[in-house]
């Protein structure tokens, strides 16, 4: 399948740490753009952070801002989400996609977005 395989995720304690992997599995990374989202239950999909395809600007959502950090290795197709002082807050199922021409994160416009994964769990609890 053309997807993303997104893998990391788990049961921490507040204050702990992940890192979360998103592998292009199908197609090859290099010239896509790839959001970080998340969906808590009973709660609407939210913008995580995104990491662009060329000079690898960056952006994060203002929860998640000096506590997380988006990376890319395209000879490996592979986007990670370091996740430090987590808190229970983050808890959620954590997704990656490709984000189409036109996307801003800032903005929160999010245009053609493709190649979901099955996403990861991360739970925050003591």
């Known amino acids: 399948q053309v997807q993303f395989v997104e893998s990391g995720g788990g049961l921490v304690q507040p204050g702990g740490s992940l890192r979360l992997s998103c592998v292009a599995s199908?197609?090859?990374?290099?010239?896509?753009?790839v959001g970080w989202f998340r969906q808590a239950p009973g709660k609407e999909r939210e913008g995580v952070s995104c990491?662009?395809?060329?000079?690898?600007?960056?952006y994060y959502a203002d929860s998640v801002k000096g506590r997380f950090t988006i990376s890319r290795d395209n000879a490996k197709d592979t986007v990670y989400l370091e996740m430090d002082s987590l808190n229970p807050e983050d808890t959620a199922n954590y997704y990656c996609?490709?984000?189409?021409?036109?996307?801003?994160?800032?903005?929160?416009?999010?245009?053609?977005?493709?190649?979901w994964g099955k996403g990861t769990l991360v739970t925050v609890s003591s």
């Open positions: 996609a490709t984000l189409g021409y036109g996307t801003s994160c800032r903005r929160k416009i999010y245009v053609g977005m493709d190649h």
């Open positions: 199908g197609f090859s990374l290099g010239s896509y753009g």
């Open positions: 990491i662009s395809p060329s000079d690898g600007s960056t």
